[in-house]
């Protein structure tokens, strides 16, 4: 998905005669009012990638930029963009696409996870990573094709299952993802925070209990319906 398939971004480069695959699309990063988060979220939709029937993306469209997105950033009052990780900008992201770059290595024929600490010490992860076997095999693939035996690996983890799901292989990263990083992922997992609860808390602030009260009783009466109609079979 490229940014300048379509609109006045397009038709300048063609008045040009330029070739678009000559041309790398730069985009100026543009904040955005919170009071006008549910029309940023208006932009962005969920699709499946053409040539895969189980992948979905969310894909941000406008008059003037279409990309794939993976959350919202956000940052205090009028502060200037600053490239790469800021302490001041908090991420959200769909709780489907939180992942976490682990370094799997092969120790006594069997895989071993763990991520980086303090003073570049590794800090072993192999009783919280509980890997979905369907990807052990892969995975242990991946690792004896290896020279050296190890790599960054990409999982995002399956509340559904209770368990970590390979990604794919991260060749460009030669360390994983430092322990606050891997914790706040977990922090964020746990609060599965949806885009309509944030957008309502974002919203109507002040009113930090009515998210919660509705949706406690929006979960009764789904849990009242579901044992009826068991109970009507």
């Given at each position: 998905?490229?940014?300048?398939?379509?609109?006045?971004?397009?038709?300048?480069?063609?008045?040009?005669?330029?070739?678009?695959?000559?041309?790398?699309?730069?985009?100026?990063?543009?904040?955005?009012?919170?009071?006008?988060?549910?029309?940023?979220?208006?932009?962005?939709?969920?699709?499946?990638?053409?040539?895969?029937?189980?992948?979905?993306?969310?894909?941000?469209?406008?008059?003037?930029?279409?990309?794939?997105?993976?959350?919202?950033?956000?940052?205090?009052?009028?502060?200037?963009?600053?490239?790469?990780?800021?302490?001041?900008?908090?991420?959200?992201?769909?709780?489907?696409?939180?992942?976490?770059?682990?370094?799997?290595?092969?120790?006594d024929g069997?895989?071993?996870?763990?991520?980086?600490?303090?003073?570049?010490?590794?800090?072993?992860?192999?009783?919280?990573?509980?890997?979905?076997?369907?990807?052990?095999?892969?995975?242990?693939?991946?690792?004896?094709?290896?020279?050296?035996?190890?790599?960054?690996?990409?999982?995002?983890?399956?509340?559904?299952?209770?368990?970590?799901?390979?990604?794919?292989?991260?060749?460009?990263?030669?360390?994983?993802?430092?322990?606050?990083?891997?914790?706040?992922?977990?922090?964020?997992?746990?609060?599965?925070?949806?885009?309509?609860?944030?957008?309502?808390?974002?919203?109507?602030?002040?009113?930090?209990e009515g998210?919660?009260?509705?949706?406690?009783?929006?979960?009764?009466?789904?849990?009242?319906?579901?044992?009826?109609?068991?109970?009507?079979?």
């Amino acid at each position: 998905m490229q940014c300048m398939t379509r609109g006045p971004y397009l038709q300048g480069i063609r008045s040009h005669a330029f070739h678009t695959d000559a041309v790398l699309p730069l985009l100026r990063k543009r904040w955005t009012p919170v009071k006008d988060i549910r029309h940023l979220f208006e932009n962005i939709k969920s699709m499946k990638l053409a040539n895969t029937a189980k992948t979905r993306v969310r894909v941000y469209s406008d008059d003037k930029r279409e990309h794939f997105t993976d959350g919202v950033v956000f940052c205090p009052g009028q502060s200037p963009y600053v490239s790469f990780s800021h302490q001041e900008y908090l991420k959200w992201k769909w709780s489907d696409l939180i992942t976490i770059d682990f370094l799997a290595e092969l120790r006594d024929g069997s895989v071993r996870y763990s991520c980086s600490g303090p003073q570049n010490k590794s800090i072993e992860l192999d009783q919280v990573v509980v890997v979905d076997p369907k990807d052990g095999p892969k995975v242990l693939g991946l690792l004896q094709r290896s020279p050296s035996g190890h790599a960054i690996l990409e999982f995002a983890f399956n509340a559904d299952v209770g368990l970590w799901q390979f990604k794919h292989e991260r060749p460009d990263k030669d360390t994983p993802n430092y322990i606050r990083t891997v914790l706040g992922s977990l922090i964020n997992m746990a609060e599965s925070i949806s885009e309509e609860e944030l957008q309502a808390r974002l919203l109507t602030p002040g009113n930090e209990e009515g998210w919660n009260k509705r949706m406690k009783v929006k979960r009764e009466d789904a849990l009242k319906e579901l044992v009826g109609h068991h109970q009507r079979k």
